[in-house]
């Protein structure tokens, strides 16, 4: 170990006088770099060593040397050497050790380029060590070790891990300034090429020796490229790629400089793979993160704007750049369901292309090939493929307009063995990062759970237009057209959306001047309750044309929701024979288990009518009582279901009470906004969504009406 170290080492044996004092020394051993500042290494063994170097006496090193024999203390110091016959005149320093009573270690050092190469390596290794990311690592090249070693030009090529992809950042130029990445091929006969492929150090003092090895890369090279060293990003048996010096001014590249510069990249590639390796460890938490998040998101929202939303959110930007999905359209193409970009620009720009060149499914690649075919597509050579894919001229020239990603990586959407769309992540040119095939079962799962919450928002579409569709069914049409009467109704359905509710209202014509008002809430949701709406409506129908007494027509419905259950029933219900042709209105109300109906009258006053009774569906003679009631001109009738009065915050009910302060403030406007305000206030009661249905029916005189003929 010590014969090849750079330092001279010598080792000496004491000569010491009667009293024991060591005198002077007699050399025994000179490594080869001691040996190399000696005329005549062979016969300086066994010589006396202030004969062979009687410099030592003058600059006082040669006294140290007896200190320590004859004290055993380690001694260092330095001086300046100047007999150009032994060694090279420079500054040194030296240490001396006693190694048992007689022998003294005398290790001889060159303290000039040796001392500034060690302080640059130090300041280079304390630098890396803080490095946490390549991108921090490659600024220590730049800002300190190739201008320090006097490289004009320097450049590394680095791979991406379990990947064919390699990378060229033209990192420092003393001219030019740093230049953007470019992808680059191993194969290509070039020195960073064979040194990224093989893992072997070159080294050129001249450009003829560099041509000679390389000639096809000869034109690279201007007057400015005299010397040139490639060497390796190592770690291990790891080859991470190459970096190059390339110097203005002739190199000799003697063992000393070429170990410095091993050294310094060695110490680079050391930090880049741990910044690797922790921004893989960095990548994988964040993507259980964004897998995470993602699945709490996607069982919030049954809806699709909310459900893309929620998808492109989690990702963007903390796993891509940009993110964009394509669903298969009625016709089988490809049409853009969502993108986001962290750039709006860039987002802005992206939207305009697809919409102007829309992908395709007869593409040889992109979004339309990953559909068409069902395969993934890494893409990291952008340029490359944006020609290729290119359409026309125009579309060349648009896709080249955009702000060129680094990298791609585009996975099909799959339900069922059916490709339904495809996911594309993008990173942008400045990121260091670029998709790998490690992202790709990372893009797999996150693109199969963003498909089962497309299919799962897209079936709760189609099932909430059904359950709508047939919600309507069960309400009328439209309301009728009353002389001297204004009407208004909403109607809401509970948070599940996707069933048929069970509130219902109800008006038809009876004879030329009198009109039947039902309003009701059948128990449960979905195909059941609307079936028993169905029952109630067409049995309260049905009856009312051969008995319309209010009492009859809730005791038909009676019987026939008992005669009709499967399983228990029931239903409550507001019935009321309203009579237009007396000299004022009247009203027959009945009551089956239904919330009381509010009238307020022309002067503001607000009562409860009715009488309560018993549900409909439980008891075979349920208790019912019909009650009569006069209506005046500026009067208003409010009916609504327990969905109303029942909406719950965290402290209380909306209750009857809350209806009276609409009513209260609403008097004198119009019955729509009257229905709008009571419609506002259930739904703005809390922020919760609606638990249970909605249900409202309301009613204003604007005069008394005599004998007056109506329309059915």
């Given at each position: 170990m010590v014969e090849h170290l750079p330092d001279a080492v010598t080792l000496s044996t004491a000569v010491r006088d009667p009293g024991g004092q060591a005198v002077d020394m007699r050399l025994q051993y000179m490594n080869a770099a001691a040996r190399a500042g000696q005329p005549d290494p062979d016969a300086a063994i066994g010589r006396?060593?202030?004969?062979?170097?009687?410099?030592?006496?003058?600059?006082?090193?040669?006294?140290?040397?007896?200190?320590?024999?004859?004290?055993?203390?380690?001694?260092?110091?330095?001086?300046?050497?100047?007999?150009?016959?032994?060694?090279?005149?420079?500054?040194?320093?030296?240490?001396?050790?006693?190694?048992?009573?007689?022998?003294?270690?005398?290790?001889?050092?060159?303290?000039?380029?040796?001392?500034?190469?060690?302080?640059?390596?130090?300041?280079?290794?304390?630098?890396?060590?803080?490095?946490?990311?390549?991108?921090?690592?490659?600024?220590?090249?730049?800002?300190?070790?190739?201008p320090a070693v006097g490289a004009t030009v320097g450049a590394a090529v680095l791979n991406e891990p379990d990947s064919d992809t390699y990378v060229v950042r033209h990192i420092h130029d003393a001219q030019e300034g740093p230049r953007p990445p470019v992808p680059f091929s191993v194969t290509a006969p070039y020195p960073m090429a064979h040194t990224a492929r093989t893992?072997?150090?070159?080294?050129?003092?001249?450009?003829?020796?560099?041509?000679r090895a390389f000639p096809e890369a000869a034109h690279f090279f201007t007057d400015r490229y005299q010397s040139t060293a490639v060497l390796p990003l190592r770690t291990g048996d790891r080859l991470l790629g190459a970096v190059s010096f390339h110097f203005s001014v002739q190199h000799t590249f003697d063992p000393a400089e070429r170990a410095f510069l091993t050294a310094l990249v060695d110490h680079c590639a050391l930090a880049m793979e741990r910044a690797r390796l922790r921004a893989a460890a960095d990548g994988a938490h964040s993507q259980l993160e964004v897998l995470s998040e993602l699945g709490r998101l996607l069982s919030s929202s049954l809806d699709p704007r909310t459900t893309f939303d929620n998808i492109?959110?989690?990702?963007?930007?903390?796993?891509?750049?940009?993110?964009?999905?394509?669903?298969?359209?009625?016709d089988g193409q490809p049409v853009l369901?969502?993108?986001?970009?962290?750039?709006?620009?860039?987002?802005?720009?992206?939207?305009?292309?697809?919409?102007?060149?829309?992908?395709?499914?007869?593409?040889?690649?992109?979004?339309?090939?990953?559909?068409?075919?069902?395969?993934?597509?890494l893409i990291t050579n952008v340029p490359g493929t944006l020609d290729r894919l290119?359409?026309?001229?125009?579309?060349?020239?648009?896709?080249?307009?955009?702000?060129?990603?680094?990298?791609?990586?585009?996975?099909?959407?799959?339900?069922?063995?059916?490709?339904?769309?495809?996911?594309?992540?993008t990173q942008a040119a400045d990121t260091s990062a670029l998709f790998t095939e490690r992202d790709i079962p990372f893009a797999q799962e996150l693109a199969q759970r963003a498909t089962q919450a497309v299919v799962n928002a897209r079936r709760y579409t189609e099932q909430s237009h059904v359950a709508h569709t047939l919600q309507r069914s069960l309400l009328p049409k439209r309301l009728p057209e009353l002389p001297g009467i204004d009407l208004a109704a909403c109607y809401h359905p509970g948070a599940e959306g996707t069933l048929v509710g069970g509130d219902f209202y109800d008006m038809t014509p009876l004879t030329d001047t009198?009109?039947?008002?039902?309003?009701?809430?059948?128990?449960?949701?979905?195909?059941?309750?609307?079936?028993?709406?169905?029952?109630?409506?067409?049995?309260?129908?049905?009856?009312?044309?051969?008995?319309?007494?209010?009492?009859?027509?809730?005791?038909?419905?009676?019987?026939?929701?008992?005669?009709?259950?499967?399983?228990?029933?029931?239903?409550?219900?507001?019935?009321?024979?309203?009579?237009?042709?007396?000299?004022s209105p009247r009203l027959t109300l009945v009551?089956?288990?239904?919330?009381?109906?509010?009238?307020?009258?022309?002067?503001?006053?607000?009562?409860?009518?009715?009488?309560?009774?018993?549900?409909?569906?439980?008891?075979?003679?349920p208790r019912l009582h019909a009650t009569m009631h006069s209506l005046r001109a500026g009067d208003t009738l409010v009916l609504y279901t327990d969905g109303v009065t029942e909406r719950r915050s965290e402290e209380a009910m909306?209750?009857?009470?809350?209806?009276?302060?609409?009513?209260?403030?609403?008097?004198?406007?119009?019955?729509?906004?009257?229905?709008?305000?009571?419609?506002?206030?259930?739904?703005?009661?809390?922020?919760?969504?609606?638990?249970?249905?909605?249900?409202?029916?309301a009613l204003h005189l604007r005069q008394a009406s005599q004998g007056t003929p109506l329309s059915p």
């Amino acid at each position: 170990m010590v014969e090849h170290l750079p330092d001279a080492v010598t080792l000496s044996t004491a000569v010491r006088d009667p009293g024991g004092q060591a005198v002077d020394m007699r050399l025994q051993y000179m490594n080869a770099a001691a040996r190399a500042g000696q005329p005549d290494p062979d016969a300086a063994i066994g010589r006396l060593c202030s004969q062979l170097w009687p410099q030592m006496v003058d600059n006082g090193s040669f006294d140290a040397c007896m200190r320590v024999l004859n004290s055993g203390e380690v001694e260092h110091g330095a001086f300046a050497w100047t007999e150009e016959s032994t060694y090279r005149p420079a500054d040194y320093e030296y240490q001396a050790v006693r190694t048992g009573p007689d022998h003294l270690l005398w290790v001889l050092r060159d303290n000039s380029a040796r001392v500034l190469r060690a302080e640059l390596l130090a300041a280079v290794t304390t630098g890396l060590a803080a490095a946490s990311t390549t991108e921090e690592v490659l600024q220590i090249l730049t800002a300190s070790i190739m201008p320090a070693v006097g490289a004009t030009v320097g450049a590394a090529v680095l791979n991406e891990p379990d990947s064919d992809t390699y990378v060229v950042r033209h990192i420092h130029d003393a001219q030019e300034g740093p230049r953007p990445p470019v992808p680059f091929s191993v194969t290509a006969p070039y020195p960073m090429a064979h040194t990224a492929r093989t893992g072997r150090a070159l080294f050129f003092t001249t450009p003829s020796q560099r041509s000679r090895a390389f000639p096809e890369a000869a034109h690279f090279f201007t007057d400015r490229y005299q010397s040139t060293a490639v060497l390796p990003l190592r770690t291990g048996d790891r080859l991470l790629g190459a970096v190059s010096f390339h110097f203005s001014v002739q190199h000799t590249f003697d063992p000393a400089e070429r170990a410095f510069l091993t050294a310094l990249v060695d110490h680079c590639a050391l930090a880049m793979e741990r910044a690797r390796l922790r921004a893989a460890a960095d990548g994988a938490h964040s993507q259980l993160e964004v897998l995470s998040e993602l699945g709490r998101l996607l069982s919030s929202s049954l809806d699709p704007r909310t459900t893309f939303d929620n998808i492109v959110d989690a990702v963007v930007p903390r796993i891509a750049d940009g993110c964009l999905i394509h669903l298969t359209g009625r016709d089988g193409q490809p049409v853009l369901a969502t993108l986001r970009h962290h750039d709006p620009d860039q987002e802005r720009a992206l939207g305009g292309l697809l919409r102007d060149f829309p992908p395709r499914l007869d593409a040889e690649g992109g979004i339309g090939a990953v559909i068409r075919t069902g395969h993934h597509e890494l893409i990291t050579n952008v340029p490359g493929t944006l020609d290729r894919l290119a359409r026309s001229d125009e579309h060349r020239a648009a896709l080249h307009r955009l702000v060129p990603a680094s990298s791609w990586l585009a996975v099909p959407m799959s339900h069922s063995g059916t490709v339904i769309g495809s996911m594309v992540l993008t990173q942008a040119a400045d990121t260091s990062a670029l998709f790998t095939e490690r992202d790709i079962p990372f893009a797999q799962e996150l693109a199969q759970r963003a498909t089962q919450a497309v299919v799962n928002a897209r079936r709760y579409t189609e099932q909430s237009h059904v359950a709508h569709t047939l919600q309507r069914s069960l309400l009328p049409k439209r309301l009728p057209e009353l002389p001297g009467i204004d009407l208004a109704a909403c109607y809401h359905p509970g948070a599940e959306g996707t069933l048929v509710g069970g509130d219902f209202y109800d008006m038809t014509p009876l004879t030329d001047t009198a009109w039947s008002l039902a309003i009701g809430d059948v128990c449960g949701k979905g195909p059941h309750a609307a079936a028993l709406t169905g029952l109630v409506r067409h049995t309260a129908r049905a009856a009312a044309r051969t008995d319309a007494d209010p009492l009859s027509v809730l005791r038909a419905v009676n019987t026939a929701i008992l005669a009709d259950q499967d399983s228990p029933s029931f239903c409550t219900a507001a019935y009321a024979h309203l009579d237009l042709g007396a000299r004022s209105p009247r009203l027959t109300l009945v009551l089956g288990g239904h919330p009381r109906p509010l009238l307020r009258r022309a002067d503001g006053t607000i009562t409860a009518l009715g009488r309560p009774g018993t549900l409909l569906g439980v008891l075979d003679e349920p208790r019912l009582h019909a009650t009569m009631h006069s209506l005046r001109a500026g009067d208003t009738l409010v009916l609504y279901t327990d969905g109303v009065t029942e909406r719950r915050s965290e402290e209380a009910m909306l209750g009857e009470e809350g209806m009276r302060h609409v009513l209260e403030r609403t008097h004198g406007l119009p019955v729509t906004d009257l229905v709008s305000a009571l419609e506002r206030a259930v739904i703005d009661y809390t922020s919760a969504p609606l638990d249970d249905d909605v249900a409202i029916v309301a009613l204003h005189l604007r005069q008394a009406s005599q004998g007056t003929p109506l329309s059915p």
